[in-house]
């Protein structure tokens, strides 16, 4: 069975660093792009950042480009994003996503299309 769990989620000053960790088990990872998705309350989906099957293929939303950096162990089934800069307007339950499709970069991931995703880590940014 696949699973995205992703961990690390906590409550940060703004200003401050977090980074979150997704981990992938059932799931052929180095053959899967992963993203992130970040969902506050009462709002609705917002991609937040991808990374293609090696590595090599990012793409952030505008509100976190310069902030937010993803990547990938695919030796370790890992993925991972590195918060920096936090605003409160960054808090929200942070979600792991994968999809079998190989991103090309650049542009924000369908959330429609996505064909796994995790429960979601918690992130709060104190002001």
């Known amino acids: 069975q696949v699973q995205l769990v992703e961990s690390a989620g906590g409550t940060v000053q703004a200003g401050g660093s977090l980074r979150l960790s997704c981990a992938a088990s059932?799931?052929?990872?180095?053959?899967?792009?992963v993203g992130w998705f970040r969902q506050a309350p009462g709002k609705g989906r917002e991609f937040v950042a991808g990374?293609?099957?090696?590595?090599?293929?990012?793409g952030y939303a505008d509100s976190v480009k310069g902030r937010f950096t993803i990547s990938r162990d695919n030796a370790v089934n890992a993925a991972y994003l590195q918060m920096n800069s936090l605003k409160p307007e960054d808090t929200a339950v942070y979600h792991c996503?994968?999809?079998?499709?190989?991103?090309?970069?650049?542009?924000?991931?369908?959330?429609?299309?996505?064909?796994?995703w995790g429960e979601g880590t918690l992130v709060t940014i104190s002001s």
């Open positions: 059932g799931v052929t990872f180095s053959q899967y792009t």
């Open positions: 996503v994968g999809t079998r499709s190989d991103y090309l970069g650049e542009y924000e991931l369908p959330w429609d299309g996505m064909d796994f």
């Open positions: 990374i293609n099957w090696g590595g090599s293929r990012t």
